[in-house]
């Protein structure tokens, strides 16, 4: 989230799209049923279910799944067409005023630069139009064609109210209707938050549709606000966690990429690492990144870690290719992977294409699974019938179950969809031989090490000089590493701008990642989290939920990462004269001398309007982005259809056959025969989580199991007429992969659409079943679900693939 | 089970009267369903305070799981799919002992003291006294109480009776993620229901009311329902009240006509008496008889 759960209730206008935050976030819902009460906002829930969060909505709209850049292009359109934008921000603080190189172009779904071979594109022509300093030239009138909003306009344009119609399935009255009430927060009086989650990132577009919306609210000139933004709900109550800590095979924590063997020595990898500004007077905070680098380098290394070695960057790995979830699977398939340590994670369950992953984990010498439940990666070789058709005798596999701690037999913290760091304390023992992760991972490690040690080995050094300064080693404690995360000084930190103080003294706990430094003298494991254990102690443990301001800023409860700060971005709540846009929402201003407000500012604090210091500190043009180069598949989103889709053109760009699905995603060899068409697979399925369970924890308690107790599919009336399937008849639901049974949930919530002249059905698809348990044991839904992911980061294609159904 | 804190105020099957030393508030559970997103942690509250496990059950095409309350089951999230005005609408009912202030229940039960209502306005059953005649389901209009057959006794929500009677709120009220559940004075939980109407009037819901239904005297769970002209789309009947069989049973009349009966027939016993003197053992072959 840029803005965090309480901030919801600020909003006049709540947009869920891509999410079902009723059913899968119902406590921080109530952030919204306040926005409502208190603030008399307004609920718009676009799905393609008419769902829980809907019941509660004052305008719904059913979409067609995986068309929801059709729908926010044509949102985009709208805004732009009828001139409902908030100018002064766009110009101030977007790149809309932006020139383009000549040279860029879009021509029927594909952008320039595209090399079909590769599935990929070659980037050249997105960049900006540079002057001779190397800065990126702008038109403050906006007007120049080749800027960033003119070439917008012109792209948008195609997507018109009934090109929307056609393709979402929305009917153009109500689109526009939707289109009116977002356009109100045009109006820097008011302001629209939006929330989504995994139905937005689990498309082969997945990324771009966050980016559609993010680029609706700077045209709104709703991010930095109290009540705004983009807000991420993330799925488990650490998931936040897990991605700052670097808990992915591209990243090091505090999001600093892992070098690739194209960076081969520290040099190299910090100048490729480290942007430049794209604008004069720009904060362009990631030029700290050597400080940052260095700081974790120390952090896991020591005294190991000196200038001379590179601070050991050489004992790190560098990607030679992407190892993601997805690659890691084909991999296995392919015989390449050798043994797979396995969590607090259940692939069988959450990876696509089931019989795939079977194939893949009955390849592997070993498996170890790390989880306090047993889950069904763990039972990959059981036969369970026709919910797990394997041969035990065929796979040679040795699976190794270690029983660890569930969240609340283990003290911690945890960080929610609001970067808010909270620290917990364990509420109960763990039953029988259960252990801790940590502890886990120690022995694991100490037990390498020995190894190491004793045999040497083709490269000891990271294990052998990996710091492990913890009081009992085979137990790190909690605070432990908490500290460790937060830093350090390792020698005195002088104050420049006093040379009589000091910002921190030789082994003191540091204040915040201003203090990091790039010579060695400090150590940080994770930079985004400095502050959250400080010589004053532990932030996160802080418990004062006092909101001087009533604008639902917490200061005093538990440590919001990064400083503490609540809103990101939160210099654009003010205009560029440091006035807040809206007197009912005084979230910072400029006082004459610095900013000050309610929240910790995002920006320099002595940093005068003047200056023209642009609020997105964290890029290099100082604004947000309305126009991403950065992006794989595109600078702006376009739509592209789901790699299985009921349609045989892409309505956008129908003469365009490679632009029919994303031309930049990933397909690996042999998974395109295994997708299905149209003809074989007329119906959209859809999969999405259900309030009574938690993905495949819960279906272990009794009470969820009693709550929602077996597995069912939901099919709305003009499909089940057609195929005269009754309420509670058992179906069979295939895909061009396998084919599951279930009981038939008959409803009005699913209505069958009209795209492009004919009728489509969506089947609903809920995921918690599986063959361990206490509820009715039932089918993975991955047994039915495509193996291709998002462009940009690979997340599965989950909501939207092709399926046919009938009575069983 | 007697609740020191709680006055009775009426018993089943019983003349006498409760206390009434102490006074205390009436009180009540807000139920506001446009507030409520079906999410069922009420349920499970209720399963987790009054330690009630109900078997896995099977899905039968609906979200309303298990399918009825039950004795295991005291308070159930019910799912309707309506088309109101053109627009469809996924109403979701929290179902549970309403707790009348008339209550059918306790008019219709014959054993003393099995349910007994208190000061408070909680009808609680006291199942140690239950006999398990079933007349308690047939004397409420809600179709509330469930007989259980392994012990043949009758269950239902107790508004938890006894957290309240320790100053607690009701375990589902604890629990609402999203303050669709109230609790409180009867009086406050109406004033707070006749807040919302305004905001869901604005909202287009002109026929928004507050469900608190006079014909058993009002309840002490009260709900404000956005389509308050409808409340059976809600699953709740229009205009509840107590049936007149069940009304006659606990009335005067029907006092004083047992009395009547009972006197009647000890006279008719003693005058049989003396007409015919006592009544001969027949012999020992029985052939007279």
Not at chain 1, 226 to 245: C, E, F, K, M, V
Not at chain 1, 527 to 540: L, P, R, V
Not at chain 1, 578 to 601: E, I, M, N, Q
Not at chain 2, 248 to 268: E, K, N
């Amino acid at each position: 989230m840029t803005n965090n759960w309480v901030d919801i209730k600020n909003a006049d206008v709540v947009l869920v799209m891509g999410g079902n935050p009723a059913e899968a976030h119902p406590c921080g819902f109530k952030w919204v049923i306040e926005a409502k009460i208190k603030n008399k906002a307004r609920l718009i829930v676009v799905d393609p279910r008419f769902t829980r969060t809907a019941a509660v909505a004052d305008t719904f709209a059913q979409i067609r799944p995986g068309t929801d850049i059709a729908f926010l292009g044509g949102v985009i359109h709208y805004l732009l067409e009828k001139d409902k934008i908030q100018h002064e921000y766009v110009k101030a603080y977007t790149n809309a005023p932006f020139l383009l190189k000549e040279d860029y172009q879009f021509q029927e779904g594909l952008f320039s630069g595209y090399n079909a071979e590769k599935r990929s594109y070659d980037k050249a022509s997105w960049g900006y139009e540079l002057d001779k300093d190397g800065f990126a030239k702008v038109d403050m009138t906006m007007q120049d064609p080749r800027c960033v909003l003119q070439q917008m306009k012109r792209h948008y344009a195609r997507y018109t109210p009934e090109v929307v119609e056609g393709v979402t399935g929305v009917k153009k009255d109500l689109f526009l209707k939707i289109c009116e009430t977002i356009a109100t927060t045009a109006a820097p009086d008011r302001v629209m938050t939006n929330l989504y989650a995994l139905g937005w990132t689990q498309h082969s577009v997945g990324s771009q549709n966050i980016r559609a919306m993010a680029m609706i609210q700077l045209l709104l000139g709703n991010m930095g606000m109290p009540g705004g933004g983009l807000n991420a709900l993330r799925g488990h109550s650490n998931i936040q966690g897990l991605t700052d800590l670097g808990v992915m095979s591209h990243l090091l924590p505090g999001y600093i990429g892992l070098p690739t063997e194209a960076e081969p020595d520290l040099k190299t990898f910090l100048e490729k690492r480290t942007p430049k500004a794209l604008r004069p007077n720009q904060m362009n905070f990631p030029q700290n990144t050597p400080k940052w680098f260095i700081s974790l380098l120390k952090a896991w290394y020591g005294k190991a870690a000196t200038k001379e070695n590179d601070f050991g960057y050489d004992w790190l790995p560098k990607n030679d290719k992407p190892y993601d979830i997805m690659a890691a699977f084909e991999l296995m398939y392919q015989g390449k992977m050798n043994g797979y340590f396995c969590q607090g994670f259940n692939p069988l369950a959450s990876v696509p294409d089931k019989a795939k992953l079977l194939d893949g984990l009955s390849k592997l010498k070993y498996l170890v699974t790390i989880d306090p439940l047993p889950t069904e990666t763990s039972s990959f070789w059981k036969n369970v019938g026709e919910l797990n058709p394997v041969d035990p005798s065929k796979i040679q596999t040795e699976v190794f179950r270690l029983p660890s701690t569930c969240f609340a037999e283990e003290d911690g913290s945890l960080t929610n969809s609001g970067r808010w760091l909270q620290w917990h304390y364990k509420g109960a023992e763990p039953p029988g031989e259960a252990r801790n992760d940590v502890d886990i991972m120690a022995d694991l490690f100490l037990r390498v090490r020995a190894l190491y040690a004793k045999e040497g080995g083709a490269l000891p050094e990271p294990i052998l000089n990996l710091s492990w300064p913890h009081l009992i080693p085979s137990q790190p404690k909690p605070e432990e590493i908490a500290r460790e995360f937060n830093g350090k000084a390792l020698a005195d930190i002088p104050d420049p701008k006093d040379p009589t103080k000091f910002l921190a003294r030789e082994g003191e706990q540091l204040a915040t990642f201003a203090h990091l430094q790039a010579d060695g003298t400090t150590a940080c494991g994770n930079w985004i989290y400095c502050g959250s254990w400080t010589q004053a102690g532990n932030m996160m443990g802080r418990r004062d939920a006092s909101d001087p301001t009533g604008l639902g800023v917490t200061p005093g409860w538990a440590w919001n990462w990064p400083v503490n700060r609540r809103i990101l971005y939160n210099r654009a709540s003010a205009d560029p004269s440091g006035k807040p846009w809206d007197p009912k929402r005084k979230y910072l201003a400029w006082t004459g001398t610095k900013w000050a407000g309610a929240d910790v500012p995002d920006m320099r604090p002595d940093a005068a309007p003047s200056e023209g210091v642009g609020p997105f500190i964290m890029t290099p043009e100082g604004v947000a982005r309305l126009w991403a180069p950065a992006m794989t598949d595109g600078p702006f989103p376009e739509h592209y259809e789901p790699f299985e889709t009921p349609l045989e053109k892409n309505p956008l760009s129908p003469k365009e056959p490679r632009a029919l699905s994303n031309p930049a995603a990933r397909v690996y060899k042999g998974d395109r025969e295994r997708f299905g068409t149209a003809k074989e697979f007329p119906y959209v399925a859809t999969t999405y989580r259900l309030t009574e369970h938690f993905h495949f924890w819960s279906k272990h308690t009794r009470i969820s199991a009693v709550l929602q107790p077996e597995m069912f599919v939901e099919i709305g009336e003009g499909l089940a007429k057609e195929k005269g399937i009754r309420q509670g008849d058992q179906v069979l639901v295939r895909s061009k992969r396998g084919q599951i049974k279930a009981k038939a949930l008959i409803t009005k919530r699913i209505q069958t659409l009209q795209i492009q002249g004919k009728s489509v059905h969506t089947v609903g698809i809920p995921i918690h079943w599986g063959f361990e348990g206490l509820t009715k044991a039932g089918p993975l839904v991955n047994t039915l679900t495509p193996f291709v992911g998002d462009a940009n980061i690979q997340t599965p294609e989950f909501k939207a693939f092709l399926v046919n159904v009938e009575k069983a | 089970m007697a609740l020191q804190s709680l006055d009775i105020k009426n018993r089943s099957a019983s003349t006498s009267r409760g206390p009434s030393a102490r006074s205390t508030l009436e009180v009540a559970k807000l139920i506001d369903v446009s507030r409520c997103i079906g999410c069922k942690a009420c349920q499970a509250a209720c399963m987790e305070w009054n330690d009630l496990r109900g078997e896995v059950g099977v899905n039968e095409g609906l979200y309303t799981n298990p399918r009825d309350l039950d004795d295991q089951t005291w308070t159930l999230m019910r799912f309707y799919e309506e088309q109101i005005e053109g627009s469809l609408q996924w109403l979701i009912l929290k179902d549970g002992c309403l707790h009348c202030s008339d209550p059918g229940c306790l008019k219709a039960c014959p054993a003393p003291g099995a349910i007994v209502q208190y000061t408070n306005g909680i009808v609680d059953f006291h199942e140690e006294s239950c006999i398990g005649c079933g007349y308690c389901i047939s004397g409420c209009p809600f179709n509330i109480p469930r007989l259980r057959k392994e012990d043949a006794k009758v269950y239902k929500c107790t508004l938890c009776s006894d957290r309240v009677s320790v100053g607690l709120e009701p375990a589902c009220i604890k629990t609402c993620p999203t303050g669709a559940l109230h609790f409180g004075s009867k009086e406050d939980m109406l004033f707070q229901a006749q807040e919302r109407l305004g905001d869901l009037r604005e909202r287009g819901f002109a026929k928004a009311a507050v469900y608190d239904p006079a014909g058993v005297g009002g309840t002490h769970v009260v709900f404000v329902l956005p389509h308050g002209d409808r409340p059976e789309a809600y699953g709740l009947p229009k205009d509840p009240s107590v049936a007149p069989l069940v009304a006659i049973w606990r009335s005067g009349v029907a006092r004083a006509l047992g009395v009547i009966t009972m006197f009647s027939v000890a006279v008719a016993g003693i005058l049989h008496y003396m007409r015919h003197g006592p009544n001969q053992v027949p012999g020992e072959d029985g052939k007279e008889a």
